[in-house]
């Protein structure tokens, strides 16, 4: 009941108030709201002032939402679908900004009229400016934080070790050395054979690297074929003498391109021959079907190199087309390998290091904020 009688009172004194003629218009507007639209008024307000806000609707029947917010955060008033008011009154505890928020969610237009009064508390306040200006404030943050600072060097002595090239060989190795029988044209027995011939796989380990760089071969028919062979083995001999170690045989010569030529015999008996690249060619060329082959020829004697085709497995096909008499064949293939030797060599080496101390700081930062505050 005394609240209640309080409550009067108060709504009595300001109507008293607002009849003397203390009551100060603050604004009166018209808001036009679309959907989804809101407007916002500021204004301050001194303390003790007694708010007396009208609102009349003039197009739609209601706005979604009426409310008033003491700054920052504060509210003291709202109403929702408002319809409008009259002397609707509020007294001010707090000195400060005021937000008037009309919000509307209508698909229509809504237009309301504003009227907003104060009653100030005493004369002193009568003149109290409710406008309001903008005030900066700046915040100082203070954030420490280390630093790595670098006051000298010093010397440093380690080890380093490393995986180093030794040296390069070029070894020759004998692969194949064949006296093969090819029987004649009429003999009961094929005048066709074949050879297999199985190139090393480069081979690798931590320290040593091997592979093959090229190969050559010699294929020669008969007596007369070995001695033309032995004359070949004496010549490159003397000049493994008169020149350089590089002369190895006359198959490794040869291969490495130290020589060009080798002496063949002139008379004798021939063999047809043909390099093929693998098993199922070589049964064709026995059966004297069609052959593939990367390599053919037919004399008493020949050699050649190759520094393509350096692993893998090949064949060579022999053929004799002397109708009676059988020929003995001497096939000899020789390779050259490029042998790489390494080690680890480990070295002393001195570098510098620095020298570092830590040191403690502190980050000063200024972070400024506007915000609204009464004229005075």
Not at 98 to 107: G, I, M, P, T, V
Not at 152 to 159: R, T
Not at 177 to 182: A, G, L, P, S, T
Not at 237 to 251: Q, R
């Amino acid at each position: 009941m005394i609240k209640k009688l309080l409550l009067i009172s108060f709504i009595i004194l300001s109507q008293t108030l607002r009849a003397n003629g203390n009551s100060i218009l603050v604004t009166e507007s018209t808001i036009s709201l679309d959907l989804d639209q809101s407007e916002e008024l500021y204004f301050s307000f001194a303390e003790g002032d007694i708010i007396e806000f009208d609102l009349e609707m003039v197009k739609g029947k209601h706005l979604k939402e009426v409310e008033i917010i003491e700054l920052p955060s504060n509210r003291v008033f709202s109403d929702f679908k408002t319809k409008g008011f009259t002397k609707k009154q509020l007294q001010i505890r707090n000195k400060g900004i005021y937000k008037f928020r009309f919000y509307s969610s209508s698909l229509t237009r809504r237009v309301c009229k504003i009227k907003i009064f104060r009653t100030p508390e005493s004369e002193q306040t009568k003149d109290f400016n409710t406008n309001w200006k903008w005030k900066t404030i700046r915040d100082t943050i203070y954030t420490p934080y280390t630093i790595d600072s670098i006051t000298g060097y010093k010397n440093v002595k380690f080890k380093e070790t490393f995986k180093e090239l030794i040296k390069t060989e070029t070894i020759e190795d004998l692969i194949l050395n064949k006296n093969q029988r090819v029987h004649s044209y009429y003999n009961e027995n094929s005048s066709s054979t074949y050879l297999r011939v199985d190139l090393p796989n480069p081979s690798y380990s931590d320290l040593k690297e091997e592979k093959i760089i090229a190969w050559a071969y010699w294929i020669g028919v008969g007596e007369e074929a070995q001695e033309s062979y032995k004359q070949n083995v004496m010549i490159v001999g003397d000049l493994a003498k008169n020149a350089s170690s590089m002369y190895l045989t006359p198959l490794g010569s040869l291969a490495i391109g130290a020589i060009t030529e080798l002496i063949i015999p002139k008379i004798g008996e021939d063999v047809h021959y043909a390099f093929i690249p693998d098993y199922e060619n070589a049964q064709k060329y026995i059966n004297g079907e069609t052959y593939l082959q990367f390599d053919t020829g037919k004399g008493i004697a020949a050699y050649g190199k190759n520094s393509n085709q350096t692993q893998g497995t090949f064949y060579i096909g022999l053929y004799n087309d002397n109708q009676i008499q059988g020929i003995n064949v001497e096939v000899k293939i020789i390779i050259i390998k490029e042998v790489k030797t390494y080690a680890y060599v480990t070295y002393d080496r001195e570098r510098q290091d620095p020298i570092v101390v830590t040191l403690d700081k502190i980050r000063t930062t200024v972070n400024e904020t506007k915000t609204r505050v009464p004229v005075e």
